[in-house]
């Protein structure tokens, strides 16, 4: 079983940055393709940004591509979300994810299989 713990989510003003962390457990993490996901209020979860196991390739939600940077850290099992230029339409409950099967459907919520219980981010105009 492999734990996944978000941290770094907060209220911010539009145009500013913030860092998201997942933490995920095990040594067996640093094998699996990871995936950001978000919720705004009365929406369904989309697919943000993914990251191989390698790191080798990523992947973006066209409206955060040059803003949002997904990146990992295998050595720490820590996977980042780098937001830059942040609009209040990103405002959202953020949710890391495991995908331990390394599956190619990188957008797909259903092709993974841990989550994280989410972590707000707030962005203000």
């Known amino acids: 079983q492999v734990q996944v713990v978000e941290s770094g989510g907060g209220s911010v003003q539009a145009g500013d940055s913030l860092r998201l962390s997942c933490d995920a457990s095990g040594r067996s993490s640093r094998s699996y393709d990871m995936g950001w996901f978000r919720q705004a209020p009365g929406k369904e979860r989309e697919f943000v940004a993914a990251?191989?196991?390698?790191?080798?390739?990523?992947f973006y939600l066209d409206s955060v591509k040059g803003r949002f940077t997904i990146s990992r850290d295998n050595a720490k099992n820590t996977v980042f979300l780098q937001m830059n230029s942040l609009k209040p339409e990103d405002t959202a409950v953020y949710y890391c994810?495991?995908?331990?099967?390394?599956?190619?459907?990188?957008?797909?919520?259903?092709?993974?299989?841990?989550w994280g219980q989410g972590i707000q981010v707030t962005v203000s105009s």
């Open positions: 990251i191989t196991w390698s790191g080798g390739s990523t």
């Open positions: 994810a495991a995908d331990r099967r390394n599956g190619e459907s990188y957008r797909a919520s259903g092709s993974y299989d841990y």
